[in-house]
């Protein structure tokens, strides 16, 4: 099984940083591409950014420009760096993983607890 543990979340002011972090373990073998989603009170989750094994990303429209997605997989860890934080990217970001397939459709079948982002004043 996989498990993967979110880090970075936290309150920060419009126009601000933040970097979250995703680590994964267990049968590492099984990830091929990972993931960020957000999700809103009230909203559908929705990709933010994704990586697959050959490195090709892709992202939303809200996220181009501002976010970046990486991955260092000697640490098994995928990365989001997020700048020009706006009120509306208030959410809980979710870590995924699964095949390149998988996340390239549905998410892949493995998912963190979800980090609260706070954009506020």
């Known amino acids: 099984q996989v498990q993967l543990v979110e880090s970075g979340g936290g309150l920060v002011q419009p126009g601000g940083s933040l970097r979250l972090s995703c680590a994964a373990s267990?049968?590492?073998?099984?990830?091929?591409?990972m993931a960020w989603y957000r999700q809103a009170p009230g909203n559908q989750r929705e990709l933010v950014a994704a990586?697959?094994?050959?490195?090709?990303?892709n992202y939303a429209d809200f996220a181009w420009g501002r976010f970046t997605i990486s991955r260092d997989n000697a640490k098994n860890t995928v990365y989001l760096q997020m700048n020009s934080l706006k009120p509306e990217d208030t959410a809980v970001y979710y870590c995924?993983?699964?095949?390149?397939?998988?996340?390239?459709?549905?998410?892949?079948?493995?998912w963190g607890q979800g980090t609260q982002i706070t954009v506020s004043s």
């Open positions: 990586i697959t094994s050959h490195g090709s990303t």
């Open positions: 995924n993983a699964g095949t390149d397939w998988a996340i390239a459709t549905t998410g892949g079948d493995y």
């Open positions: 267990g049968s590492i073998f099984s990830i091929e591409a």
